[in-house]
């Protein structure tokens, strides 16, 4: 199973962290995004959106991380990451969502224009991460994971630009419950980090 990848990407470590957690073996491929390797015409036959991750399992390629934890975890993670029960579904695709949208659109964002110079809207991503954060706090007050009552794919697609906020120039101290939670991701059997993850300096 293959892994169209980029090491500093929070997408493609969504795959990674899951896969390490899951005891999922991956071949990584590097995608050199710089060198425009991804719009390239090999890529583009995997991935018209011209985006990484990629998934390749035999002759299924599948494209978005969130899509591709939930294949993983169906087919190869059991019940554990992914529960059967349609209710506890639905609360892990409400955290998948926000990955894909509020998470990209706030901390994701931030960290492009902060610590990659993207041309964005600076502030309004840190305002946006902000209030995601908050609510996240909120939340993990009352719950010791984000759905389920267990570790799941949700926190493989949450953590990892939540980790990485702070490059992003978010401040991540009025958020306790949400360190809380990043150290209870870190103390999982088999987790593995990226660059920056676990704070200045790592
Ligand atoms: N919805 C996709 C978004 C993936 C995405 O934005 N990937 C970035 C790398 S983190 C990318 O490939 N960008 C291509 C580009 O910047 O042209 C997912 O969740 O996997």
Redesign the pocket.
Known sequence: MTLYD?DG????YKVRLFAALADIELELVAVD?RAGE?KGEAMRSLNPW????ILKDGNLVL????AILVYLAGRYGGEAWWPGEAHLQGEVMQWLSVA?NEIQHGPAAARLGKKFAADLDLNLAQARSKRILGLMDAHLAKHQWLAAGRPSIAECAVFPYIGLAWEGGLEMGPYQNVQAWMQRIRALQGFKAMPGINGPGS
């Open positions: 980029l990407s929070g997408n493609c995004l991804h011209c985006e990484v991750p494209r978005d991380a969130q894909a």
